[in-house]
Every structure is written in C-alpha cells, then in structure tokens.
C-alpha cells in the first residue's frame, strides 16, 4: 500500500485491475485505519477516473453476497451522499412513494457517513431488521413493492471500511460507488450526484452497464432533485436542465430540506412526509424525485403524468400505508 500511496500523492492514476485488487485487500483487512484513511483523502482532493471506479466496482460486485430479484424489475432511488447539505431522507421518502404507485422498488442503503442520518438509520429508528434472507425479500416485495437492502449484508468492503469513514465524516469515492453496486444490479436506477464531472462520469458509466437510469444534480450542489435550484437530469437519450417553476413547483431554501441534528429527528420528519403532514418544500422535493423515477420506468410517459402519479401515492395515503406494511413485515 505504501507504494500505492506514493504514487497516488505524486498525481498518477490506478489501472482498472490495480483499483480491482485493491478493494479486494480492504475487504480482506490487509490495509490499516490509516492507509485506508490516506486512500479516501486522495480521492477528495482529485476526481476519480472510469477505470478506477470500473475497478472498485468490480471488486465490490464480485464479493458481494448474491441475491436475484431480477423478476421484479425493480428501480433503485439514491443519492451518492457527500454533499454537505445535511437532508432529510429524501430518495427513501421516494422510494416508499413509487412504491405506493405501484413500481417495484430495491433499496440499496446504509448508515449516514456525512449526514446525520442514511436510509439504515431510519429503517433502524423504525424497527426494522436488517436481513439477507432471500424468502423475506420476497415477501417483502411481493407484499408490499419494496425491500431494503442493508448494504454492509451484501458487501464485506463496506462494512471493512463503515468505521474509518464514519470517523472521517467527509465524502469518499465509496460515496461513488455505493449507488452502483447494489447487489442485485436494478433494472432501473434514480441517481443523484453532488457535481457535474460526477453526473458525467456515472452517465458514461451507466451507458456501459445496460441499467436504465436517470442520473440528477442540483445546479447548487445538491445531490438530488432539491427545487432549491435549477437541476440537469441525464438519462440514456437526453441531457435536460430543468427549473422548478417548469413543472409547477415553487423554489426550495436550504433550511427548507434541512434532515434534523439527530436521527430522531430525521425520523420525525420522514414520517411527517409519508403522513402528508410535511410541509409543500418538502413533499415536493419527495414527489419531483418520485416522479422522475417513474419516468425511468416508463420513459414513455410525460413528466407532468409523473409528478400526478407521485403525488396521488403520497397525498392519497398509499405511500403510507406502502410503509407500514413494510414495517410490520420487517419488523425485529
């Protein structure tokens, strides 16, 4: 690791097969708090390239435990994190949305690492046990339209390096790689990313992949659709910049999306939404993220006829009661 370290403070670049072994040897403990530490660092003081990313991918997905949903054809609602905005759990709060709309729904998740709280602390904070077991998955989404994939279950990486990130609290290239290695590789993924060179990158990437997607930024830095700011939305066809106003929503502030100091208080607020108790801001963040991710699915479909589906699930109650079914299914 020395070595590669060196190489990587004078400015060189992992081959694709180098990031490969590398992510295999963190996952097998070969590299301490600290190296593991130096490697993260790197990488927020420059971009990741398509070969490194390729290989940190493959590594993950080759170790990951296996699990086949394919006959659901499912979407995945995420962001990449490491924004700094501190959010409510909004690509969770989608997710439970187009569920209630009745799509098919695999959430890839895990603990916040630079927000109070990821989409596992509010599974946690409701009870919910995390599982592998393929029969409850498919229960769970036979029942209900979605399930939830903790993701250090499926990955040993992830859960070799959950303790140095935490400490750390800055976003790292595992940040860039969670969305994409959601182990059962989703027919359909919503992905949002805090820059352009990243909305680039994944774009490039997921064109390679054969997933259906939409990749999304918030022109101020968000890495959602957050109403605060124009947004740009990449899929397969099109590259699209958006203004809040062009789909009938009014403009978000900052303090608006703000998740809480707790993840308690995280909790709260992801239930006022689901409960159609939130306020217009945040249920429209929820239901702009929703309706895209219906769009994914059925490109077929106008966007317009999107943002209704959206906002008839979670205005309606069936994203509510969508939630609460899976909680009493996946409750410890």
Do not use: W
């Not at 790292?172 to 990243?198: E, K, R």
């Not at 479909?301 to 969508?322: D, F, N, Q, V």
């Amino acid at each position: 690791m020395k070595q590669i370290l060196y190489r990587l403070f004078e400015h060189q670049y992992l081959g694709r097969e180098e990031a490969r072994n590398i992510l295999q040897n963190i996952a097998e403990g070969r590299y301490n708090d600290s190296q593991i530490a130096s490697l993260i660092t790197v990488f927020l003081m420059r971009s990741i390239s398509v070969e490194e990313l390729t290989g940190f991918r493959e590594a993950l997905l080759e170790m990951r435990v296996p699990v086949d949903l394919s006959e659901y054809k499912p979407i995945d609602i995420v962001g990449t994190g490491g924004d700094g905005k501190n959010t409510f759990n909004i690509s969770t709060c989608s997710c439970f949305v187009v569920a209630g709309a009745g799509y098919n729904v695999v959430k890839h998740g895990n603990y916040g690492a630079t927000s109070v709280s990821g989409a596992s602390n509010v599974m946690e904070q409701h009870g919910v046990k995390f599982t592998n077991d393929i029969d409850k998955l498919r229960t769970s989404m036979d029942t209900c339209h979605i399930a939830y994939l903790h993701a250090p279950l499926f990955n040993p990486a992830l859960k070799a390096v959950a303790p140095v990130r935490k400490s750390l609290g800055v976003r790292s290239f595992f940040n860039m790689l969670g969305p994409l290695v959601n182990p059962i590789i989703p027919t359909y993924q919503l992905l949002g990313v805090y820059n352009l060179p990243l909305l680039r990158l994944y774009n490039y990437t997921y064109q390679e992949s054969g997933t259906r997607f939409a990749v999304v930024h918030s022109l101020d830095g968000y890495d959602e659709i957050s109403l605060t700011a124009d947004f740009k939305v990449a899929m397969p066809e099109k590259e699209k910049l958006y203004t809040p106003e062009m789909l009938g929503f009014k403009r978000c502030t900052e303090a608006d999306l703000d998740g809480g100091e707790t993840p308690e208080e995280a909790a709260r607020i992801f239930d006022a939404v689901l409960g159609n108790r939130a306020t217009e801001a945040q249920k429209s963040c929820v239901i702009a993220n929703s309706a895209f991710a219906i769009q994914v699915i059925c490109p077929e479909k106008k966007i317009e006829t999107c943002i209704a589906e959206a906002r008839e699930s979670l205005e309606s109650g069936k994203a509510l009661a969508t939630f609460r079914k899976f909680i009493s299914l996946n409750q410890r």
